[in-house]
């Protein structure tokens, strides 16, 4: 069945920079997009960018300068890294499955919880 | 950016009564390829979001049919015909018509 699962320090210190994998299963990231969306407490959801499943990207403009996503198709991963982190950053990160022939998101990982702190 | 506005911000119903939610796009959400991608998604107290409808009004394998979604251009509505206890969460609507890709502010579901 198809499952994604966002991993990453649960903690990171401003002006660090964060790095999230999301491991999905049964689909193939050469057949399908993944998203990044982020969550603060208590607040709505963001898109961040994405993974499209020819191997390119796009990003939010907001975040664009700071932001970088890749992917290892052998390891069926997409990484998340974003630099300059401030408490702002503080947030539920989550990954998700784009449909691709309509673009939404069908399979969202469980998401996890990153603290922006010193 | 695409701004959809969402409302009511909070919902308050009965168990068995039906209910709306809209949402006001900025801009017309209807693409070149002549579909219009709004989606709507319900997030459970501490879960995921999950997908409810795609394209306005598809109705996402397995949810239950007293969800239903209509509307063109820029006015789109979420209706629960006969909620029930498992209703209860955030409603958000999405566009990916348009980059980046937005969501509305949420409306909260409250079962009295």
């Known amino acids: 069945q198809v499952q994604l699962k966002e991993s990453g320090p649960g903690l990171v210190q401003p002006s660090q920079t964060l790095s999230l994998t999301c491991t999905v299963s049964?689909?193939?990231?050469?057949?399908?997009?993944v998203h990044w969306v982020r969550q603060p407490p208590g607040k709505g959801l963001e898109w961040m960018g994405v993974m499209w499943s020819d191997g390119d990207t796009s990003y939010n403009s907001a975040l664009k300068s700071r932001l970088s996503i890749s992917r290892d198709t052998s390891k069926s991963q997409v990484f998340l890294k974003m630099s300059s982190l401030q408490t702002e950053d503080t947030a539920t990160y989550y990954c998700?499955?784009?449909?691709?022939?309509?673009?939404?998101?069908?399979?969202w990982g469980q998401g996890v919880m990153v603290t922006v702190s010193s | 950016d695409v701004v959809l506005t969402q409302t009511p911000p909070t919902l308050s119903a009965t168990i068995g009564q039906s209910v709306s939610i809209s949402c006001r796009s900025s801009q017309s959400l209807l693409d070149s390829d002549g579909d219009t991608y709004l989606n709507w998604l319900l997030q459970r107290p501490g879960q995921s979001p999950q997908l409810l409808i795609y394209?306005?009004?598809n109705l996402e394998s397995g949810v239950p049919n007293r969800f239903s979604g209509s509307g063109s251009e820029t006015d789109f509505t979420l209706k629960i015909s006969g909620v029930e206890a498992e209703d209860l969460g955030v409603y958000y609507c999405m566009q990916a018509t348009h980059a980046p890709l937005t969501f509305g502010s949420g409306t909260k579901l409250e079962i009295k």
């Open positions: 049964g689909f193939s990231l050469t057949s399908y997009h």
């Open positions: 998700a499955r784009d449909r691709a022939e309509i673009p939404t998101f069908d399979y």
């Open positions: 394209s306005v009004s």
